[in-house]
């Protein structure tokens, strides 16, 4: 018997039963259905439905009936185990034909917004099935059925040319951003934050400003790494010594002083020390009106340069003397912004940052940072599941991020911004090339290598973005509210280093960082394993009980896509 299918193409107007049946015994077989009776079933019924004419009728209570057990209580806006199972399906069938049933002749869908399975021809295996003249140029080791067009020599041949290559390709290729194997004995400079009358103002706008502006132009040198502003706040307000900076963090030098202003007359007084031996390596006075701020910040950034004996290149020369604001109360303020976006899974504190990043344009509508930290805090609600208008928050992040690169091409929030907002619309080589321009731009800043891990691991290479989100934890290791363990701790997970993740994990949440249903599923996957699964149930239990409606399915596709990944996370959830 033969069924039409409503949405078949011209020229496959209808496909033989026997044909769709063995195409759902194949899935049913195969290894990612024999695990899941549960998806098995639920295939197998509505498969059954559909070529018995009543594909129209399949609804979530039929299927919860006959495939679930339920009675006739059953509500589906209560009980959500058709919908959340369905999405189960969708998933395996994706991850099954992406593998063991790419060939298949007839693949079977059950496309979102119902429960009714579709069937169509495979385009792949039908343009395969067409008669082709073997060259040598058409034979590679991809190709179906390779083996037996080369003798048993010339196989181990060209495995040894494959392996040769591979070995002197990886011998000379050059090092990516963040795996600097010489980086452990840079310079790692801490700029303190300089010291003021708290009650002036004024005062405390144009110290904060002068510091965020060193470090802005320090991090644009590949010989030197600088501690982000973020972790040397929070290190001031517990008032921790520099030894204990030394010993807990790895910096080796720190700059400290104080900024005093009288009238129109700014005084600053700074210390350049090797903390190790406590011994200042220089200290100078600069003076100057308040209009002369630019020539005493890049006079201080000379002489830190200078006096650490820095390699500079020509380039890095020309992006050093740039400077991207000479307002400090809105280099003070936009530092202040991206730091209040953290943790980014709360929905008022990305709004507040928002504001002041437009405060930071209404300020100096020059300065490319205002529009870069506004673009971001409109991206960062997509990842997070923060906007029901996903589409249009990215569309203004990518507008913003243009605006502030066409502003200012030497400005690298411009790029992670335009490299984030990519990367979560799914294009993924123009997130990846413009995440790498940030590094060359400013390969010291914490956010920037942070951002290029994230946009590795997003893209599907969480083994390359191990290294980069490393560095952002080392140059940013003391503001718990990053995320960049949270994300370093997926990495790994998806590497398939289990005990590594876990333990990343349960770093994040010993150093008060960002936590929640979030990454409540990755760390009980992780446990789940590693064969703790009393620990898992516990955090899954609590997720539960917290947060019901945590749309688990969404989270894990922004990170995995319909990867086996995926299934494999949802198995261990379920």
């Known amino acids: 018997m033969n069924h039409h299918m409503e949405d078949s193409k011209p020229d496959r107007d209808s496909i033989q039963e026997s044909d769709i049946l063995a195409a759902l015994k194949r899935v049913l077989d195969s290894a990612e259905f024999s695990r899941s009776k549960r998806a098995g ?129 990886e011998k000379d290729k050059p090092a990516e951003p963040g795996e600097d194997p010489n980086q452990s004995s840079r310079v790692f400079l801490a700029v303190l934050p300089l010291a003021t009358h708290a009650n002036d103002s004024v005062e405390n706008h144009l110290a904060a400003g002068l510091v965020e502006a060193i470090v802005t132009d320090l991090v644009k040198l590949s010989g030197l790494s600088v501690m982000a502003h973020a972790s040397l706040l929070n290190l001031d307000s517990q008032s921790i010594d520099l030894d204990s900076i030394r010993r807990k963090f790895g910096a080796t030098h720190a700059l400290r002083g104080s900024l005093e202003r009288e009238g129109d007359l700014i005084r600053i007084n700074v210390q350049l020390i090797e903390i190790a031996s406590s011994t200042t390596i220089w200290a100078d006075r600069l003076e100057g009106n308040m209009q002369d701020l630019p020539i005493l910040q890049d006079a201080l950034t000379e002489h830190i340069v200078n006096h650490l004996a820095i390699q500079v290149s020509a380039e890095e020369r020309a992006l050093f003397k740039r400077h991207h604001s000479s307002n400090p109360e809105a280099l003070a303020l936009y530092r202040h912004a991206l730091v209040l976006l953290m943790p980014p899974n709360d929905m008022d504190r990305i709004v507040t940052a928002r504001h002041m990043f437009q405060r930071v344009i209404e300020i100096d509508p020059e300065f490319a940072g205002g529009y870069a930290g506004k673009g971001f805090s409109h991206s960062i609600t997509v990842l997070f599941l923060k906007t029901e208008k996903p589409d249009a928050a990215l569309e203004k992040g990518i507008n913003l991020a243009l605006k502030a690169i066409e502003i200012d091409p030497d400005f690298g929030m411009g790029y992670v911004t335009l490299a984030f907002a990519y990367v979560m619309s799914g294009r993924k080589d123009e997130a990846l090339f413009n995440a790498r321009r940030a590094i060359d731009v400013q390969p010291g800043d914490a956010f920037t290598q942070f951002v290029y891990g994230l946009s590795l691991t997003l893209s599907g290479h969480p083994h390359e973005a191990i290294a980069p989100l490393t560095e952002a934890i080392r140059l940013d290791p003391a503001e718990p509210r990053t995320p960049y363990r949270n994300v370093l701790g997926i990495a790994h997970y998806l590497n398939g280093e289990y005990s590594t993740a876990a333990r990343i994990f349960e770093d994040n949440i010993r150093h008060g960082g960002p936590s929640g249903p979030h990454m409540d599923i990755f760390l009980a996957s992780t446990y789940a394993d590693l064969g703790d699964a009393k620990k898992a149930e516990s955090i899954i239990l609590d997720l539960l009980k917290s947060h019901p409606e945590f749309p688990v399915e969404g989270w894990l596709a922004i990170w995995l896509g319909s990867s086996g990944d995926q299934l494999k996370i949802m198995e261990n959830l379920y």
């Open 41 to 169: 079933a639920f295939l197998h019924f509505v498969v059954e439905e559909k070529l018995a004419g009543r594909g129209d009728r399949l609804k979530a209570f039929s299927i919860a009936r006959e495939v679930y057990g339920r009675d006739e209580t059953f509500d589906p806006r209560t009980d959500t185990i058709v919908r959340v199972e369905a999405g189960r399906l969708r998933s395996r069938l994706a991850a099954y034909y992406e593998t063991a049933g790419h060939d298949d002749p007839v693949r079977i869908d059950v496309p979102k917004g119902g429960y009714a399975p579709t069937f169509d021809l495979n385009d792949s295996v039908a343009s395969e099935a067409q008669p082709e003249t073997i060259t040598p140029s058409s034979v590679s080791a991809g190709s179906p059925g390779w083996k037996s067009l080369l003798p048993g020599s010339a196989i181990l041949l060209a495995i040894i040319v494959v392996l040769a290559g591979w070995f002197f390709f």
